[in-house]
């Protein structure tokens, strides 16, 4: 689409509207696309919803800029270091922590399904509360009959950060949101000075939950840097740092972004590539030497997130999800395809949605056990019920094969 012009209606507000309060997916996404090829809407923030369609190589693909190193931290040899499981050595270092923060880039499915195979082990080991960046005010009323819909959040449009909160939800974690609020806004125009305002209003919020509940163990998810330990080069202090200093607490902090592959090697970083060069990553790790950590810029544990080309294996998320082949009729439009869970509300959030070309009669989606209505959903807003339930049932271990 070179040289297309946004319409006069569009608008992020608008887009935003289709996507969370209209479940319209792919009108709300078309918008974005528009504005962000008229070069009114950047395409990075594009990407994050894009994501969201689990078109991953075209995510990747136009993710062109070069990656950075993961900063002081990093060392410049790691061949020296152990490789642990990553799940297996969080959780036994999360035993003593009162908090256990990850991150995500928000553009990163395979992040948010790592944090959820993270939060089953962490509720076993007694954590009870779970915040993230992304919940509205609303998630209470929107999680109560456990069915993620448009009030729950904003990333939690995407299925596998909706998915998420669902899982945490029938695991009997506590929600509660902690964004910057209203009234804790400023005037400031200037990065620094709202950027600082905003961690420290952040910081704030968590520290409030904390105080109502002085027994309780905490699991905040939040997006890139805010999970940040130590002032950065340039003075700048992330939540994580003000939370600190507010509540007397250190926190477990997790970084899964510079340890994430990119799609071309050219824009791999260094640190990366050398953590590949050293060490076979089939799953997710993370790195020792004599006793300490590998960790991300300013944070505790970096998670190194193996390649998959192609098959995108981090979706079968340890056996959870299934590679489910379905057959449809093919279309002249663009669709996506869209999985509900049949027993919840029409607006719920899907379990997983794949954005097909026009012309295409098969797709594989990743689903739980379970049954499943499915949608295409049209660019001009329509909706197209599939005939029949899919049922997907529990196969042999190892079986990664689509159905």
């Given at each position: 689409?070179p040289?297309t012009?946004a319409?006069?209606?569009?608008?992020?507000?608008?887009?935003?509207?289709?996507?969370?309060?209209?479940?319209?997916?792919l009108?709300?996404?078309?918008m974005m696309?528009?504005?962000s090829?008229?070069?009114?809407f950047t395409?990075?923030?594009?990407?994050?919803?894009?994501?969201?369609t689990?078109?991953?190589?075209?995510?990747?693909?136009?993710?062109e800029?070069?990656?950075?190193g993961a900063?002081?931290?990093a060392?410049t040899?790691?061949?020296?270091?152990?490789?642990e499981n990553?799940?297996?050595?969080?959780?036994?270092?999360?035993?003593?922590?009162?908090i256990?923060?990850?991150?995500?880039?928000?553009?990163?499915?395979?992040h948010?399904?790592?944090?959820?195979?993270?939060l089953?082990?962490?509720?076993?080991?007694?954590?009870?509360h779970?915040g993230?960046?992304?919940?509205?005010p609303e998630?209470?009323?929107?999680?109560a009959?456990g069915?993620?819909?448009?009030?729950?959040?904003v990333?939690?449009?995407d299925p596998?950060?909706?998915?998420?909160?669902?899982q945490?939800k029938q695991l009997?974690f506590q929600?509660?949101?902690?964004?910057?609020?209203?009234?804790?806004?400023t005037?400031?125009?200037?990065?620094?000075?709202?950027?600082?305002?905003?961690?420290?209003?952040?910081?704030?919020n968590?520290?409030?939950?904390?105080?109502?509940?002085?027994?309780?163990?905490?699991?905040?998810?939040a997006?890139?840097s805010?999970?940040?330990?130590?002032?950065?080069?340039?003075g700048?202090?992330?939540?994580?740092?003000r939370l600190?200093h507010?509540?007397?607490?250190?926190?477990?902090?997790?970084d899964?972004?510079?340890?994430?592959?990119?799609?071309?090697?050219?824009?791999?970083?260094?640190w990366?590539?050398?953590?590949?060069?050293?060490?076979?990553?089939?799953?997710p790790?993370?790195l020792?030497?004599e006793?300490?950590w590998?960790?991300?810029p300013g944070?505790?544990?970096?998670?190194?997130?193996?390649?998959t080309?192609?098959?995108?294996?981090?979706r079968l998320?340890?056996g959870?999800?299934?590679?489910?082949?379905?057959r449809?009729?093919e279309s002249p439009?663009?669709?996506?395809?869209?999985a509900?869970?049949?027993?919840?509300?029409?607006d719920?959030?899907?379990?997983?949605?794949?954005?097909?070309?026009?012309g295409a009669?098969t797709?594989?989606?990743?689903?739980?056990?379970?049954?499943?209505?499915?949608?295409?959903?049209?660019?001009?807003?329509?909706n197209?019920s599939?005939?029949?339930?899919?049922?997907?049932?529990?196969?042999p271990a190892?079986d990664?094969s689509?159905?």
């Amino acid at each position: 689409m070179p040289g297309t012009v946004a319409a006069a209606e569009d608008s992020f507000e608008k887009a935003l509207e289709l996507i969370r309060m209209e479940n319209a997916m792919l009108p709300g996404l078309a918008m974005m696309e528009r504005m962000s090829r008229a070069g009114v809407f950047t395409p990075a923030a594009y990407m994050q919803f894009l994501a969201m369609t689990g078109d991953a190589d075209a995510v990747e693909a136009s993710n062109e800029a070069p990656s950075p190193g993961a900063g002081p931290d990093a060392p410049t040899d790691v061949c020296s270091y152990k490789a642990e499981n990553a799940l297996a050595a969080i959780l036994a270092e999360s035993r003593e922590r009162k908090i256990v923060m990850i991150n995500e880039a928000h553009h990163e499915q395979r992040h948010r399904a790592f944090a959820s195979l993270l939060l089953r082990g962490l509720r076993d080991a007694g954590f009870t509360h779970f915040g993230a960046e992304s919940f509205a005010p609303e998630i209470h009323e929107s999680m109560a009959d456990g069915a993620p819909d448009g009030m729950t959040g904003v990333y939690t449009a995407d299925p596998y950060f909706a998915d998420l909160v669902r899982q945490a939800k029938q695991l009997g974690f506590q929600f509660f949101d902690y964004e910057q609020r209203p009234h804790q806004q400023t005037d400031a125009t200037d990065r620094a000075s709202r950027i600082a305002v905003r961690e420290q209003a952040q910081a704030a919020n968590i520290k409030a939950v904390m105080d109502r509940n002085p027994e309780a163990r905490f699991v905040i998810f939040a997006g890139y840097s805010h999970i940040r330990e130590w002032p950065t080069s340039d003075g700048s202090r992330w939540m994580a740092y003000r939370l600190r200093h507010l509540t007397g607490v250190d926190p477990l902090s997790i970084d899964q972004i510079p340890g994430t592959p990119r799609h071309g090697r050219k824009t791999q970083s260094p640190w990366y590539s050398g953590i590949e060069r050293c060490h076979d990553i089939r799953r997710p790790l993370v790195l020792a030497d004599e006793g300490r950590w590998l960790g991300g810029p300013g944070t505790d544990i970096a998670v190194v997130h193996p390649r998959t080309p192609g098959d995108h294996d981090w979706r079968l998320m340890d056996g959870y999800r299934q590679a489910t082949g379905v057959r449809f009729e093919e279309s002249p439009s663009r669709s996506l395809l869209r999985a509900f869970v049949a027993t919840e509300p029409a607006d719920a959030i899907p379990l997983d949605q794949i954005l097909l070309e026009p012309g295409a009669t098969t797709a594989v989606l990743h689903l739980p056990s379970g049954d499943f209505r499915l949608v295409r959903q049209f660019e001009d807003g329509r909706n197209e019920s599939l005939p029949d339930i899919l049922t997907v049932t529990s196969r042999p271990a190892g079986d990664k094969s689509p159905r």
